[in-house]
């Protein structure tokens, strides 16, 4: 993987194809994925949702990413999945089951990742697009932004395995009024549902959500990534969740960066942390 003098990757490197209105961007220690049909609302094709858990399993192991930001070209965030492949893709159950292994294997890779992701939204986060942004450990919105998960106006059933993100990103109660009514709530509903850290004005989302990277590449990975297994394993409280968070939670102790941070306290100085 080739590397720039600062030691931080080459994204132009990353050789699998990407399918068109998918692509993403390097700064600093963020990678941003971009949803880049803005003539189509930034609508996910197929072959974007197939494209995703191998682009994120690259940027998951790949150090010069601390924290990854999902973001819509242009006006919007995204329309969610291409309602026009519909009738090719997913036109009875057979189709259905295969389009939405895809899907749910798109929302689990963000879910897992195991450094940060924010979705950055602006204008409209519709269906899968919400259950993105829901995947993410952060939401912040513009005052512009509207979100509607419209199953039941199309007569489909949103996978089962992405509702728990709804669920918790929001709560049982909101996450059956969006199902149910197909209605479209603005950024101040979704902020007080819990589904929203912060609303910006428009102009500002980008500094803000840059900030809050700034803020998390700044600080010891190992440790971002346990307390993130750590927080899952509070709310799954499943076996495997807290075994993998003890496992990290150990593995901070015996860490060059915790040695460093160590270091940077008692020297009164910024420390420099490695993810080693």
Same mark, same amino acid.
């Given at each position: 993987?080739?590397?720039?003098?600062?030691?931080?990757?080459?994204? /132009?490197?990353?050789?699998?194809?990407l399918?068109?209105?998918?692509?993403?961007?390097?700064?600093?220690?963020?990678?941003?994925?971009?949803?880049?049909?803005?003539?189509?609302?930034?609508?996910?094709t197929?072959?974007?949702?197939?494209a995703?858990?191998?682009?994120?399993?690259?940027?998951?192991?790949?150090?010069?990413?601390?924290?990854?930001?999902?973001?819509?070209?242009?006006?919007?965030? /995204?329309?969610? =999945?291409?309602?026009?492949?519909?009738?090719?893709?997913?036109?009875?159950?057979?189709t259905?089951?295969?389009?939405?292994?895809? #899907?749910?294997?798109?929302?689990?890779?963000?879910?897992?990742?195991?450094?940060?992701?924010?979705?950055?939204?602006?204008?409209?986060?519709?269906?899968?697009?919400?259950?993105?942004?829901?995947a993410?450990?952060?939401?912040?919105?513009?005052?512009?932004?509207?979100?509607?998960?419209?199953?039941?106006?199309?007569?489909?059933a949103?996978?089962?395995?992405?509702?728990?993100?709804?669920?918790?990103?929001?709560?049982?109660?909101?996450?059956?009024?969006?199902?149910?009514?197909?209605?479209?709530?603005?950024?101040e509903?979704?902020?007080? =549902?819990?589904?929203?850290?912060?609303?910006?004005?428009?102009?500002?989302?980008?500094?803000?959500?840059?900030?809050?990277?700034?803020?998390?590449?700044g #600080?010891?990975?190992?440790?971002?990534?346990?307390?993130?297994?750590?927080i899952?394993a509070?709310?799954?409280?499943?076996?495997?969740?807290?075994?993998? =968070?003890?496992?990290?939670?150990?593995?901070?102790?015996?860490?060059?960066?915790y040695?460093?941070?160590?270091? =940077?306290?008692?020297?009164?100085?910024?420390?420099?942390?490695?993810?080693?």
């Amino acid at each position: 993987m080739a590397r720039n003098i600062e030691g931080m990757i080459d994204l /132009s490197e990353y050789h699998p194809a990407l399918p068109e209105g998918l692509h993403f961007t390097h700064s600093g220690y963020t990678a941003t994925i971009f949803f880049d049909r803005p003539a189509r609302k930034n609508a996910i094709t197929a072959s974007m949702w197939a494209a995703l858990p191998q682009l994120l399993a690259f940027l998951d192991q790949e150090p010069g990413v601390r924290v990854v930001v999902f973001q819509g070209q242009g006006s919007d965030f /995204s329309a969610g =999945a291409d309602i026009s492949e519909f009738e090719t893709v997913r036109k009875d159950a057979d189709t259905a089951r295969t389009y939405e292994a895809q #899907n749910v294997e798109a929302f689990a890779a963000v879910r897992t990742f195991s450094k940060p992701t924010i979705a950055a939204i602006q204008g409209i986060c519709f269906g899968g697009a919400f259950g993105i942004a829901a995947a993410c450990d952060l939401r912040l919105a513009s005052d512009n932004a509207s979100f509607c998960v419209p199953a039941a106006k199309l007569g489909l059933a949103y996978p089962r395995q992405a509702m728990s993100d709804i669920v918790e990103a929001t709560s049982p109660q909101m996450a059956r009024y969006l199902t149910f009514t197909g209605a479209v709530i603005d950024a101040e509903a979704a902020f007080k =549902a819990g589904f929203l850290l912060e609303i910006t004005r428009g102009e500002l989302l980008a500094e803000r959500v840059s900030a809050i990277c700034e803020q998390m590449s700044g #600080n010891a990975p190992l440790s971002i990534m346990a307390s993130k297994r750590a927080i899952r394993a509070a709310i799954t409280l499943e076996s495997t969740d807290i075994d993998q =968070a003890n496992r990290l939670g150990d593995h901070t102790f015996e860490s060059a960066d915790y040695a460093e941070g160590r270091a =940077a306290f008692r020297e009164k100085r910024k420390p420099n942390f490695n993810g080693t």
